[in-house]
Protein backbone atom coordinates (compact mmCIF):
# COMPACT_ATOMS: atom_id res chain seq x y z
CA UNK A 1 0.00 0.00 0.00
CA UNK A 2 1.37 3.58 -0.29
CA UNK A 3 0.76 5.80 2.23
CA UNK A 4 1.65 9.74 1.71
CA UNK A 5 2.32 12.08 4.47
CA UNK A 6 1.88 16.15 4.19
CA UNK A 7 4.31 17.64 6.16
CA UNK A 8 3.81 20.99 7.68
CA UNK A 9 1.12 20.30 10.95
CA UNK A 10 1.43 16.50 10.18
CA UNK A 11 4.39 14.81 11.02
CA UNK A 12 5.97 17.83 13.20
CA UNK A 13 4.31 20.87 14.66
CA UNK A 14 4.70 24.11 12.38
CA UNK A 15 4.69 26.60 15.17
CA UNK A 16 8.45 25.00 15.99
CA UNK A 17 9.56 25.78 12.51
CA UNK A 18 7.87 29.67 13.04
CA UNK A 19 9.81 29.88 16.23
CA UNK A 20 13.14 29.09 14.75
CA UNK A 21 12.78 30.82 11.85
CA UNK A 22 12.04 34.22 14.39
CA UNK A 23 15.40 33.31 16.15
CA UNK A 24 17.51 33.20 12.70
CA UNK A 25 15.55 36.64 11.68
CA UNK A 26 16.37 38.10 14.86
CA UNK A 27 19.91 36.98 15.27
CA UNK A 28 20.26 38.72 11.87
CA UNK A 29 18.61 42.02 12.93
CA UNK A 30 19.76 42.22 16.84
CA UNK A 31 23.03 39.98 17.16
CA UNK A 32 20.48 38.06 19.43
CA UNK A 33 18.63 34.82 18.42
CA UNK A 34 16.22 35.95 21.64
CA UNK A 35 16.19 39.66 20.97
CA UNK A 36 13.42 42.41 20.45
CA UNK A 37 12.93 40.71 17.37
CA UNK A 38 12.25 37.48 18.02
CA UNK A 39 10.64 38.73 21.36
CA UNK A 40 7.91 40.61 19.03
CA UNK A 41 7.48 37.98 16.13
CA UNK A 42 6.48 35.00 18.17
CA UNK A 43 4.20 37.22 20.24
CA UNK A 44 2.25 38.33 16.94
CA UNK A 45 2.28 34.99 15.66
CA UNK A 46 0.91 33.41 18.82
CA UNK A 47 -2.41 36.40 18.42
CA UNK A 48 -2.87 34.71 15.32
CA UNK A 49 -1.06 37.35 12.67
CA UNK A 50 0.18 34.96 9.85
CA UNK A 51 0.34 37.80 6.91
CA UNK A 52 2.59 41.10 8.13
CA UNK A 53 4.46 40.09 10.80
CA UNK A 54 8.18 41.17 9.56
CA UNK A 55 7.00 44.83 8.54
CA UNK A 56 4.84 45.06 12.02
CA UNK A 57 7.68 44.03 14.24
CA UNK A 58 10.53 45.83 12.53
CA UNK A 59 7.98 49.40 12.98
CA UNK A 60 7.65 48.38 16.98
CA UNK A 61 11.02 48.51 17.01
CA UNK A 62 11.32 51.84 14.83
CA UNK A 63 13.37 49.85 12.29
CA UNK A 64 12.97 50.17 7.98
CA UNK A 65 10.25 48.13 7.03
CA UNK A 66 11.19 48.69 2.93
CA UNK A 67 10.39 45.65 0.81
CA UNK A 68 13.85 45.54 0.56
CA UNK A 69 14.75 45.03 3.81
CA UNK A 70 11.49 42.69 4.45
CA UNK A 71 12.60 40.63 1.33
CA UNK A 72 16.22 39.83 3.29
CA UNK A 73 14.50 39.06 5.99
CA UNK A 74 12.09 36.64 4.15
CA UNK A 75 15.18 34.86 2.72
CA UNK A 76 17.04 34.40 5.91
CA UNK A 77 13.84 33.32 7.44
CA UNK A 78 13.25 30.35 4.49
CA UNK A 79 16.97 29.64 3.85
CA UNK A 80 17.81 29.19 8.02
CA UNK A 81 18.60 25.46 8.93
CA UNK A 82 15.32 24.96 11.33
CA UNK A 83 15.68 23.84 14.86
CA UNK A 84 12.68 20.98 14.70
CA UNK A 85 12.13 17.84 15.17
CA UNK A 86 9.65 14.78 14.33
CA UNK A 87 7.08 14.20 16.86
CA UNK A 88 7.33 10.97 18.52
CA UNK A 89 3.90 9.80 17.42
CA UNK A 90 4.81 10.59 13.79
CA UNK A 91 8.67 8.52 14.01
CA UNK A 92 7.09 5.61 15.59
CA UNK A 93 4.30 5.55 12.94
CA UNK A 94 6.76 5.90 9.96
CA UNK A 95 8.95 3.51 11.46
CA UNK A 96 5.84 0.89 11.84
CA UNK A 97 4.23 1.82 8.48
CA UNK A 98 7.88 1.18 6.77
CA UNK A 99 7.68 -2.29 7.20
CA UNK A 100 4.40 -3.25 4.84
CA UNK A 101 3.61 -0.34 2.63
CA UNK A 102 5.33 2.52 0.37
CA UNK A 103 6.11 5.60 2.08
CA UNK A 104 5.75 9.22 0.29
CA UNK A 105 5.72 12.29 1.18
CA UNK A 106 3.56 15.13 -0.65
CA UNK A 107 4.61 19.46 0.68
CA UNK A 108 3.49 22.31 -0.41
CA UNK A 109 5.71 25.57 0.67
CA UNK A 110 8.74 27.49 -0.82
CA UNK A 111 11.23 24.78 -2.28
CA UNK A 112 14.18 25.83 -0.12
CA UNK A 113 12.60 26.09 3.28
CA UNK A 114 10.66 22.81 2.85
CA UNK A 115 14.16 21.04 1.35
CA UNK A 116 15.61 22.28 4.75
CA UNK A 117 12.67 21.14 6.92
CA UNK A 118 12.85 17.67 5.79
CA UNK A 119 16.85 17.80 5.84
CA UNK A 120 16.66 18.82 9.57
CA UNK A 121 13.58 15.86 10.39
CA UNK A 122 16.12 13.19 8.40
CA UNK A 123 13.01 12.36 6.27
CA UNK A 124 15.05 10.99 3.42
CA UNK A 125 16.05 8.29 5.78
CA UNK A 126 12.41 7.43 6.78
CA UNK A 127 10.71 8.29 3.18
CA UNK A 128 11.30 6.98 0.07
CA UNK A 129 9.25 9.15 -2.44
CA UNK A 130 9.15 12.81 -1.36
CA UNK A 131 7.42 15.56 -3.94
CA UNK A 132 7.83 19.21 -2.36
CA UNK A 133 5.39 20.51 -5.32
CA UNK A 134 7.19 24.33 -5.33
CA UNK A 135 10.10 22.33 -7.39
CA UNK A 136 7.68 21.46 -10.63
CA UNK A 137 5.63 25.22 -9.88
CA UNK A 138 2.78 26.34 -8.98
CA UNK A 139 0.35 24.24 -11.20
CA UNK A 140 1.49 21.38 -9.03
CA UNK A 141 0.79 22.62 -5.71
CA UNK A 142 -2.64 21.68 -3.77
CA UNK A 143 -5.19 21.20 -4.44
CA UNK A 144 -3.66 20.37 -8.19
CA UNK A 145 -3.34 16.64 -8.69
CA UNK A 146 -0.19 16.50 -10.12
CA UNK A 147 1.56 14.56 -7.11
CA UNK A 148 -1.12 12.31 -6.60
CA UNK A 149 -1.07 11.30 -9.96
CA UNK A 150 2.86 10.38 -10.14
CA UNK A 151 2.82 8.76 -6.93
CA UNK A 152 -0.02 6.45 -7.83
CA UNK A 153 1.74 5.26 -10.35
CA UNK A 154 -0.17 2.30 -11.84
CA UNK A 155 -1.78 1.36 -8.34
CA UNK A 156 -5.50 1.29 -7.75
CA UNK A 157 -6.84 4.48 -5.78
CA UNK A 158 -8.03 2.37 -3.27
CA UNK A 159 -4.47 1.40 -2.33
CA UNK A 160 -3.17 4.41 -1.25
CA UNK A 161 -4.00 6.80 1.13
CA UNK A 162 -2.91 10.35 2.13
CA UNK A 163 -2.77 12.10 5.62
CA UNK A 164 -2.65 15.77 6.22
CA UNK A 165 -4.04 18.66 8.17
CA UNK A 166 -5.16 21.57 5.81
CA UNK A 167 -9.09 20.68 4.89
CA UNK A 168 -8.93 23.72 2.39
CA UNK A 169 -6.26 22.25 -0.44
CA UNK A 170 -5.02 18.79 0.92
CA UNK A 171 -8.02 16.25 -0.01
CA UNK A 172 -9.46 16.99 -3.06
CA UNK A 173 -7.17 15.46 -5.40
CA UNK A 174 -6.84 12.10 -3.37
CA UNK A 175 -10.55 11.59 -3.18
CA UNK A 176 -10.84 11.82 -6.78
CA UNK A 177 -8.41 9.64 -7.80
CA UNK A 178 -9.83 7.25 -5.00
CA UNK A 179 -7.58 7.63 -2.41
CA UNK A 180 -8.60 7.29 1.23
CA UNK A 181 -7.63 10.38 3.19
CA UNK A 182 -7.25 10.84 7.16
CA UNK A 183 -7.13 14.36 8.78
CA UNK A 184 -5.28 15.19 11.49
CA UNK A 185 -5.91 18.06 14.04
CA UNK A 186 -3.28 18.31 15.80
CA UNK A 187 -2.90 20.50 18.99
CA UNK A 188 -1.42 23.80 18.66
CA UNK A 189 -1.40 22.98 14.43
CA UNK A 190 -2.48 25.90 12.43
CA UNK A 191 -5.48 24.46 10.88
CA UNK A 192 -6.69 22.52 13.96
CA UNK A 193 -9.91 24.16 14.36
CA UNK A 194 -10.70 25.11 10.55
CA UNK A 195 -14.05 22.87 9.91
CA UNK A 196 -14.02 20.36 7.53
CA UNK A 197 -14.40 22.03 3.54
CA UNK A 198 -16.65 20.19 0.75
CA UNK A 199 -14.65 17.46 0.55
CA UNK A 200 -14.41 15.77 4.33
CA UNK A 201 -11.62 13.27 4.88
CA UNK A 202 -12.78 9.86 5.56
CA UNK A 203 -11.30 9.48 9.05
CA UNK A 204 -9.94 12.22 12.06
CA UNK A 205 -7.24 11.81 13.92
CA UNK A 206 -5.56 13.80 16.52
CA UNK A 207 -2.16 12.22 16.70
CA UNK A 208 -0.27 9.07 14.47
CA UNK A 209 -0.09 6.37 17.11
CA UNK A 210 -3.14 4.70 15.69
CA UNK A 211 -2.47 5.67 12.34
CA UNK A 212 -1.89 1.72 11.14
CA UNK A 213 -5.28 0.41 12.70
CA UNK A 214 -6.95 3.20 11.30
CA UNK A 215 -5.70 2.35 7.79
CA UNK A 216 -6.52 -1.08 8.58
CA UNK A 217 -10.35 -0.37 9.51
CA UNK A 218 -10.66 1.92 6.43
CA UNK A 219 -9.31 -1.12 4.15
CA UNK A 220 -12.13 -3.28 5.95
CA UNK A 221 -14.54 -0.87 5.28
CA UNK A 222 -13.84 -0.38 1.82
Known amino acids: MLVAFDLDDTL ?10 FRAVSEEVCGDGNGAFFDCAWKLFVAGNRTR ?69 GLRRLISMIIVTDDRGPDWWKPAPHSFVELQGGRPGAECVYIADNPRKDFVAPQDLGWKTIRIRRPDGLWENEPDATVEPDAVVTDLFSLAAVIHQLNVNK
Not at 12 to 21: C, N, P, Q
Not at 75 to 102: F, G, K, M, T, W
Open 53 to 121: IFDETLAHMGLPADPSNIQRLVAVYRNHQPDIALLPDALECLRQLSRDNDLALITDGYSSAQWQKITAL
Open 12 to 21: YLERDYARSG
